[in-house]
C-alpha cells in the first residue's frame, strides 16, 4: 500500500527509498530488517548505508550503438552504477537488470571492471578494427568517487594515450585533472574532448540533486586548469530541470565561460521507467511545495507522458518550453562566445596496440 507520507531523505543519498518494482518482474522490495532496510520500529535506526563494489569480469569492453541522436558509437563503462547518487541520472534502470534496483542499490551497489584496460588493448589489437571516437561517461561516471581507489579510467585513457585514440569524456566530477597528465599528451595531437556537467550553482540544490558530485566551484575550476592545459573542454547544463535549476542556464554559462569553457550544450531532464517514481518521491521530499508543478511541465514536454524514449525528441523535447530554452542556451552562448564548433578529433594517428605481445611484422 503507498503512503500518502513523503519518504525521508537519506543523508548522502540521492533516491530515497529502493522500494520499488523493477521492469524485470521481481518482487517491490520490502523492509526486512536487513542492513540496508532496517525499519525504525523493528530495529531501531537503519545503519548507514555503505557502497559495495564487486568485482566484473566481462569478455568485452566497448559497448556499441546505433542510435541516431547520439554523436558516436562506442562507448566504455569501466563500471555499473554511479555512487554520484543523482536523482535524475537515466541510466538507473542498468540496475533493473541485475534484479538490483534503480534506487539506492543503483547509487551504493557498485560494480568495478579492473580487466578493462586489458580488455580494451585486446579489441583495438584486432585487424578488423575501425577508428572513431570512444565515450567515457554515458552510462556511469568514469571519475564517481571509487575511481580514487580503483583507477580503471585511468588505466583506459593510458591504452588510449598509447594507442593515439580519440577519447571524449564526460564527467561531473574533478577528479579527472588526476589525469590531465595523460590528457594534455592527448589535446596536443586533438585527441580528446572534455564536458564537464555543471547541472546547477546552488550548493544546496546540488547537495540534494547530486549528493556525492564534487561542488560546482570545484567543477568549474576543473573546466579552467583543462582549458589552460590545451584540453578542448565544454559546459553541459545537464539536465536542466524545469521549476528547479532552469532559472540558473544564463548564470552557469556565464560561469563557465569566465572559466575557458569553449561551448556550451544542454540536455532536458529524461525519466525512463524507473527512474520516474524514484524522482516524484525526491520532490516530495526536497520540493513538496512545487512537485506538482515540475510533473505538469515535464508531461507537457513529453506529450502527457513522464518520458518520451523515441529518438531526437528524447533528448529535445516538444512544445514551448523546449523552444524557449532552446533559445535561451543559443542567446546566451552567443553572448559568451560559447557557440563554437567542438574541435573534430583526429583518427589517423591510430597504431593499434601489439597483439598477444608480439609486434606485427607486417
Known sequence: MKSSKPLPPIAGRGAPT????TRTGSAERVPDGDWL??????DGEAPRLRTTVTVEHPKTIITRNKSPDIGFDRSINPYRGCEHGCIYCFARPTHAFHDLSPGLDFESRLFAKPNAAALLRAELAKPNYQVAPLAIGTNTDGYQPI???WGITRSIVEVLAETRHP???TT???RLLRDIDLLADMARDNLVGVAISVTTLDPKVARTLE???PHPKRRLAAIRKLVDA???TQVNISPIIPAITDQEIEAIMGAAAEAGAIRASYILMRLPYEVAPLFRAWLDAHYPDRAAKVMHIVQDIRDGRDNDPNFFTR???RGIWPQLIRQRVKRAARAHGMDRSFPQLRSDLFRPPERDGQMELF
Open 315 to 317: 533528448l529535445k523535447g
Open 37 to 42: 532496510d532496517a525499519a525504525a520500529d523493528v
Open 211 to 213: 549528493p556525492r558530485v
Open 230 to 232: 590545451g584540453v578542448p
Open 167 to 169: 577519447l571524449l569524456i
Open 172 to 174: 561531473k566530477s574533478d
Open 147 to 149: 575511481e580514487r581507489e
Open 18 to 21: 529502493n522500494l520499488r518494482p
